[in-house]
């Protein structure tokens, strides 16, 4: 098993910056990638970024190439997602995930809790 908790939500103005953090702990060794999620409000969670935990090959949704950086740390475990230029439609539950395979046609095998931005205009 592994477990995943986000860290870093909170309230912007747009045009602001945050960033996400998620720390893996249990059986990291199994992650093949990680990468974040979101869930707006009256919306259905869509893909943001991911990256793939020993290339490094990253992967954004168009939404937010340009403006968000996913990266990680593998010494610590734990994944990032830099966001600049926030916008209103931003505004979502992130969600930390992991994968053990490659086929990301199908469901990541671990997800966080979430944690909350909140961009306002």
């Known amino acids: 098993q592994v477990q995943l908790v986000e860290s870093g939500g909170g309230s912007v103005q747009t045009g602001g910056s945050l960033r996400l953090s998620c720390a893996a702990s249990g059986r990291t060794f199994s992650i093949y990638a990680m990468g974040w999620f979101r869930q707006g409000p009256g919306k259905e969670r869509e893909f943001v970024a991911r990256i793939r935990w020993i290339s490094g090959i990253t992967d954004y949704a168009d939404s937010v190439k340009g403006r968000f950086t996913i990266s990680r740390d593998s010494a610590k475990n734990t994944l990032y997602l830099q966001m600049n230029k926030l916008k209103p439609e931003d505004t979502a539950v992130y969600y930390c995930?992991?994968?053990?395979?490659?086929?990301?046609?199908?469901?990541?095998?671990?997800w966080g809790q979430g944690t909350q931005v909140t961009v306002s205009s």
């Open positions: 995930a992991a994968r053990r395979n490659n086929n990301f046609n199908i469901g990541n095998d671990y």
